[in-house]
Structure formats: C-alpha cells, structure tokens
T-cell receptor
Framework: AQSVTQLGSHVSVSEGALVLLRCNYS??????LFWYVQYPNQGLQLLLK??????LVKGINGFEAEFKKSETSFHLTKPSAHMSDAAEYFC????????????FGTGTRLLVSP | DTAVSQTPKYLVTQMGNDKSIKCEQN?????MYWYKQDSKKFLKIMFSYNNKELIINETVPNRFSPKSPDKAHLNLHINSLELGDSAVYFC?????????????FGSGTQLSVL
C-alpha cells in the first residue's frame, strides 16, 4: 500500500524566508507524486507533480520539489515566502499503473509572518 | 465560470436524514471523484467514475450512493446520516482516468450532522 508522511503539521516562516515543507513517501512501485495547496474555504489546486521525467519539478507560484528516490522524499521548497503563500499544503502519491487514486498526507499548514 | 461546482456549500441536518450533494464540471473531463476531508484535514478518496462507470469504490458504507447521470455530473446521496458523516466533501474531475492526471477540485460541501 502507498502512503505519504508530512513532517510538521505547522510550519512558520517570515516573509522573504525560505519555505521547506517535507514529504516522504512509501510505495512498492515507482510512484507519481503531487503537491496540492488548499486556501481557506477553497478546494485543492495542483502546485506541481512528478511523473518520472525530471527529478526537479517546477510548479506554480515559484514552488519546486525534488524527487529523491534514495531518500524516498519529495520536499517542497520556495526561496522566498510571500504572505499569500499562507495555506494548507498536501503531498500525495499515486501508483503509476491503473486509475488515478491519490493517497494524501495529513497536510502542513504554512504560516507566514510579516 | 466555475470549473467544478458543488451544491450546497453548507449542509446542516439531523441524524437519520437523507441528503444529496450535487457536482458538475464544465471542463469536458471524462473522470470524476468524491473525496472526504475529516476534521483533521485528512483527505480520502471515496468514489471515482469514468464515463459514467464506477471504477473506484473505497470501502465506503453502502449508505453512500454516487450517481453519474452523464459525464459532467456526479452526485452523492447519503442515507440515514450519522454523526461520523460530518466532514467536508470534495468533488473533483480529471481529463482522463490515468494515475498521473491533475485533479480539479470543487470548493467543497461542509456537512454537519447534529
């Protein structure tokens, strides 16, 4: 069975600081990996996804993530946080065969202070 | 125009009642989903339909019955509501059913069972 673990239910940064949100996955087959963002009272939006092409994936709003098979990780980073980045971030995995069936982590709330 | 729209946005009801949540997508997608987000923000897939055919059913109690009258609609009917059904229910769609597809989410229906 596949799963993802997101370390830290809350991460606080200052505006302009580096954002690092951690995600580790478990999968018996090569995975597809995703980061979604949820703003208050909204549905989730895709930030970026890894589908076995380049290991460094660039997404929207200046976010990127690197797939590291040896560490079973897919951490999300952004060089400089903006107030508008405050939201809930979800890492998710799906296996690369069959239907789309995302398995989500428990989410990390990003807090950005001025 | 909203890509994936759900109604109602809020639903407050008594235990034992029957209720429905409607979902429509205007993206021309083939596949639609229902996800449940509990009070701890954990998201779990419930159902997936592809071209009106049920392709994923994740051990959801049979009190929950999805119905897809056409590719653009996926409704969720819940019989005999229980306290534990209180959650936010998200509808989503994707262009195809394969595992690397991006999901487009609605803004959610917050169900409160009293």
């Amino acid at each position: 069975a596949q799963s993802v673990t997101q370390l830290g239910s809350h991460v606080s940064v200052s505006e302009g600081a580096l954002v690092l949100l951690r995600c580790n996955y478990s999968s018996s087959v090569p995975p597809y990996l995703f980061w979604y963002v949820q703003y208050p009272n909204q549905g989730l939006q895709l930030l970026l996804k890894y589908t076995s092409a380049a290991t460094l994936v660039k997404g929207i709003n200046g976010f990127e993530a690197e797939f590291k098979k040896s560490e079973t990780s897919f951490h999300l980073t952004k060089p400089s946080a903006h107030m508008s980045d405050a939201a809930e971030y979800f890492c998710a995995v799906s296996q690369n065969t069959g239907f789309q069936k995302l398995v989500f982590g428990t989410g990390t709330r990003l807090l950005v202070s001025p | 125009d909203t890509a994936v729209s759900q109604t109602p946005k809020y639903l407050v009801t008594q235990m034992g009642n029957d209720k429905s949540i409607k979902c429509e997508q205007n993206l021309g997608h083939d596949t639609m989903y229902w996800y449940k987000q509990d009070s701890k923000k954990f998201l779990k897939i419930m159902f997936s339909y592809n071209n009106k055919e049920l392709i994923i059913n994740e051990t959801v109690p049979n009190r929950f019955s999805p119905k897809s009258p056409d590719k653009a609609h996926l409704n969720l009917h819940i019989n005999s509501l229980e306290l534990g059904d209180s959650a936010v229910y998200f509808c989503a769609s994707s262009q195809f059913r394969s595992a690397n597809e991006k999901l487009f989410f609605g803004s959610g229906t917050q169900l409160s069972v009293l």
